[in-house]
Structure formats: C-alpha cells, structure tokens
T-cell receptor, first 115, second 117 residues
C-alpha cells in the first residue's frame, strides 16, 4: 500500500515571500501521479498542480511549482510571491497508474500567509 | 471544480437516524467518487461509481454505508443508523472516462459536513 507523508503540520510565510511544502511518498510502482490540493477555510478541495511520474520536467502552474525527485520519492510544492489568499491547508496526494482515481492523501500542512 | 454539486452542505443528524448525501457530477463526467475526511485527517477513498454500477467499493465500511449512481439523478451516499464516529466531511468528485495513457484528474465538490449529535 502507498503512503504519503507531510512532515510539516504547520508553516507560515510573509506575504510576497517564497515557501516550500514537503511531501514524501512510498510506493513500489513505476507509473503513478502526484497531486497537490488546496483546502482554504471554505473547505473546498481545489487542485493546485499535478505531476506524472514518467515526466522528468517539473510541473508549473503560475506561482506554484513542484520539485519532483523520483528516486528520493519526494514531491515538494513551492509557492512564490505568496499571497494572503494562499492561506489554506495543503494536501499532497498519490494516484496509482492502475487505479488513479483512488488517491492516497497526506495529513496536510496548514500554511498561513502573514501580511 | 465548482461544477461538482453537493448537497446538503451541512447536515445534522441524531444517533440512529439516516443521512443521505447527494452529488451531481460535472457536466460531461460519468464517473463519481466519494471520499471521507475525518477531523485533522486527509481524505480517504470510499467508493467509485459509474451510472448504475459500483466499480470499486474497497473503502466503504462494511455496514451501514451504501452508495448508488442511478441512470437518472444524482449519486447518493447513504449512511444508516448514524453514530458519532460518522461525523466528517464527505467529498464527492467526478471525472470523465479515465485514460490509462494520461492518467485521470478528479475534481472535487465543496463537501457535505455531517454532524451526528
């Protein structure tokens, strides 16, 4: 079974600065997908970014980028130019290539952006 | 992902009552998934449904929980004889036909919060 570990329960960053959230996972599979979801105070689950394991290039979405280290099984999220609206719970998730609807989530990192 | 509609957003039930949570997938999506989020936890997979079929229910508790996705109408997650431990957020997600070649991204609704008193 896959496991996803987010070792930082809480983090804070000043507005406009950069922050990195860490995520590690454990799997014996070679084909899989990784995701970062954001859950703001409204509690909605919002997809932030997605990475296919077979792609070496790190995914980027505007101010959000990932550092995907397949050998180390690490998938960190970098948020540049942090904004107050980035304050949320961030969940890292793993999706198996064979049944990639069945996501395994980490316990989350609560990020607070301070003015 | 705002297209996945869940209702009610908040539901309060007394122990022993039944809870019914509804989910309408995004337009064009025929695959529905239910996840549960317990307090201080990440989401956990419960069940995967297509129209009139349960594809994978490996995450469903063995008793009191059932799910359906009828030919017409929304998907329903039903919890009978609720207990305090059922208090959680229940998220529905949907996707188009999953592609093995490019993977599958699922889109979540806003969740339904069940409180059992």
């Amino acid at each position: 079974a896959q496991t996803v570990t987010q070792s930082q329960p809480e983090m804070s960053v000043q507005e406009a600065e950069t922050v990195t959230l860490s995520c590690t996972y454990d799997t014996s599979e070679n084909n899989y997908y990784l995701f970062w979801y954001k859950q703001p105070p409204s509690r909605q689950m919002i997809l932030v970014i997605r990475q296919e394991a077979y792609k070496q290039q790190n995914a980027t979405e505007n101010r959000f980028s990932v550092n995907f280290q397949k050998a180390a099984k690490s998938f960190s999220l970098k948020i540049s130019d942090s904004q107050l609206g980035d304050t949320a719970m961030y969940f890292c998730a793993f999706g198996s290539g064979g049944s990639n609807y069945k996501l395994t989530f980490g316990k989350g990192t609560l990020l607070t952006v301070n003015p | 992902n705002a297209g996945v509609m869940q209702n009610p957003r908040h539901l309060v039930r007394r122990r022993g009552q039944e809870a019914r949570l509804r989910c309408s997938p995004m337009k064009g999506h025929s695959h529905v998934y239910w996840y549960r989020q317990l307090p201080e936890e990440g989401l956990k997979f419960m069940v995967y449904l297509q129209k009139e079929n349960i594809i994978d229910e490996s995450g469903m508790p063995k008793e009191r929980f059932s799910a359906e996705f009828p030919k017409e109408g929304p998907s329903i997650l039903r919890i009978q004889q609720v207990v305090r431990g059922d208090s959680a957020a229940y998220f529905c997600a949907s996707s188009p036909l999953p592609k093995k070649s490019s993977g599958n991204t699922i889109y979540f609704g806003e969740g339904s919060w069940l409180t059992v008193v």
